[in-house]
C-alpha cells in the first residue's frame, strides 16, 4: 500500500513492534514507521475484534491506538518515533491499571 524512498543509514532508526524490529526515519510519526513497514493492522476492534488502522493521520479518528512503552490508548500518528521505542498492537479493551483505581469500599 505504501511504499518508503530507500532510507539514509543516517537518518533510520529501529523500533519494536510486537517485539520484532521495525526500521523507521527518524523524525516519521509511529504511525507512518508501521504503515510503511508493511504494517496494515494497529488494533483489534473493542467490539468485534475486528482489525483496525489508521484513517485520518492526524489525531482525530482513533483508529492508530497502540501501547507505545507501556502506555496504552497512544495514538501511533501523532508520537513521534525514538530508537528503541517499543510498540505493541492492542486488541479489544485495554485493561485499566489498578494503581489508578480508587480503593473498593468494604
Given at each position: 500500500?505504501?511504499?518508503?524512498?530507500?532510507?539514509?543509514?543516517?537518518?533510520?532508526?529501529?523500533?519494536?513492534?510486537?517485539?520484532?524490529?521495525?526500521a523507521a526515519r527518524r523524525g516519521?510519526?509511529?504511525?507512518?514507521?508501521?504503515?510503511?513497514?508493511?504494517?496494515?493492522?494497529?488494533?483489534?476492534?473493542?467490539?468485534?475484534?475486528?482489525?483496525?488502522?489508521?484513517?485520518?493521520?492526524?489525531?482525530?479518528?482513533?483508529?492508530?491506538?497502540?501501547?507505545?512503552?507501556?502506555?496504552?490508548?497512544?495514538?501511533a500518528c501523532m508520537v513521534t518515533?525514538?530508537?528503541?521505542?517499543?510498540?505493541?498492537?492492542?486488541?479489544?479493551?485495554?485493561?485499566?491499571?489498578?494503581?489508578?483505581?480508587?480503593?473498593?469500599?468494604?
Amino acid at each position: 500500500m505504501f511504499r518508503r524512498d530507500p532510507l539514509p543509514p543516517e537518518d533510520t532508526i529501529e523500533i519494536l513492534l510486537d517485539g520484532e524490529p521495525l526500521a523507521a526515519r527518524r523524525g516519521e510519526t509511529v504511525a507512518l514507521a508501521m504503515l510503511a513497514g508493511g504494517v496494515q493492522h494497529f488494533r483489534g476492534s473493542v467490539v468485534s475484534g475486528a482489525p483496525r488502522a489508521p484513517y485520518c493521520l492526524m489525531g482525530v479518528c482513533f483508529e492508530c491506538l497502540v501501547t507505545i512503552d507501556g502506555v496504552a490508548n497512544r495514538q501511533a500518528c501523532m508520537v513521534t518515533v525514538t530508537p528503541g521505542m517499543r510498540v505493541t498492537r492492542q486488541s479489544g479493551a485495554p485493561e485499566i491499571l489498578p494503581s489508578i483505581l480508587p480503593e473498593a469500599p468494604q
